[in-house]
């Protein structure tokens, strides 16, 4: 059965900051690496060290913040590479500077990744396959937050205003995929276009019924939109979730459980991988450094972002749509773990 699930009024907020908003598949601003260069190391690497520019997400999201937290661990530990996280502009533009070497490590969606090399939605007759996968990271909810406590379901959302983020966007697709397999489409809502900072304002003024967001919960948007007034999630129901995973192998089932953000009970919706990728040229030694770096991380360093909780050995070698760079696989393998390279 679906369900409506109260946010809770009284969120706190501590903590939840530097899991912020994601808007990591909004295509804003320059599609080139950004200028924020934000990895301080406490160690200097040495002189033969491997240079990797790592563009991430906004300043105030969570790409941005743990990819820092990643990049500096890389650089201070005996890795031999020099990892500088950049701020970025989202999944779409991480992918293009890769292409245009702006970037030789990216965040990116799951989704948007598979786009990217087969050529489709975003990419649309634009395929780009010089990358390849290090590891899936964490899960990015699919949340359908709204103020009008008479959405109970997806179905609820015909005729209304609903915003589904910037126009092409990554979130833009996920809505699109959503509704379908609920046969609705954009023609039967009132669609705008808007980050999630701009829908969670548009939620409290009353000009919108409901937004998709696409983040790692807790998200920012979320959280501050419930200390004004009293914010829902709907909940997928698993008939509708088994059709989507079935069209779109990309996503996957999840649940946002009912301590995330105060909930009344669990939501169940689907999520999208948040991966890091590579340009294919970067040397597969460095790639297996940072590679390992990643989950040696995780046991020496896992009190510097909340991330780390979610990082799963299975789960990161578990991309389909796109191979594995040979560095990564070697690490996979080391483990046991098989992985598909070019």
């Known amino acids: 059965m679906k369900k409506q699930i109260k946010v809770a009024f009284a969120v706190a907020l501590t903590g939840v900051l530097a899991l912020g908003l994601m808007g990591c598949s ?18 200097t690497p040495s002189a033969d060290a491997e240079n990797l520019r790592f563009v991430t997400g906004g300043e105030s999201g969570t790409y941005y913040a743990y990819g820092n937290v990643l990049g500096q661990y890389a650089t ?15 999944s779409q533009a991480n992918v293009q500077a890769l292409e245009d070497d702006d970037a030789d490590l990216a965040f990116c969606q799951s989704d948007v990744l598979a786009y990217a090399y087969d050529g489709t939605n975003l990419f649309e007759d634009a395929a780009y396959k010089d990358f390849s996968v290090v590891a899936d990271l964490y899960q990015e909810q699919v949340q359908i937050v709204t103020c009008d406590p008479n959405i109970k379901t997806v179905s609820d959302l015909n ?11 990554g979130v833009y697709f996920n809505a ?9 489409g954009l023609d039967s809502i009132n669609p705008v276009y808007q980050s999630f900072g701009d829908s969670a304002d548009s939620l409290k003024d009353g000009k919108i019924d409901a937004a998709f967001i696409v ?4 998200t920012t948007a979320i959280t501050d939109l419930s200390t004004t007034k009293a914010a829902y999630l709907v909940s997928m129901d698993d008939a509708h979730v088994d059709k989507l995973l079935e069209l779109s192998p990309y996503y996957s089932k999840a649940v946002i459980p009912a301590d995330t953000y105060g909930l009344e009970g669990p939501v169940t919706t689907v999520s999208v991988g948040a991966v890091i990728i590579v340009n294919d040229n970067v040397p597969e ?32 070698a578990a991309i389909t749509a796109v191979p594995y760079h040979p560095g990564a696989a070697k690490y996979y393998d080391e483990q046991g773990i098989t992985v598909e390279t070019k």
């Open 26 to 43: 909004s295509p804003q601003g320059s599609s080139s690496a950004a200028s924020s260069t934000a990895s301080s190391s406490t160690t």
């Open 159 to 169: 005729g209304k205003t609903v915003s589904v983020g910037a126009a092409g966007s």
């Open 76 to 90: 201070n530990g005996d890795y031999g590479i020099a990892v500088t996280a950049l701020a970025g502009n989202g």
């Open 215 to 218: 983040a790692g919960a807790p």
């Open 285 to 316: 030694e460095a790639v297996y450094s940072l590679t390992k770096s990643l989950f040696d991380g995780q046991q020496d360093n896992a009190d510097a972002h909340a991330k780390y909780d979610e990082l799963v050995l299975e789960d990161a």
């Open 176 to 184: 699109l995929d959503v509704l379908g397999v609920y046969d609705m």
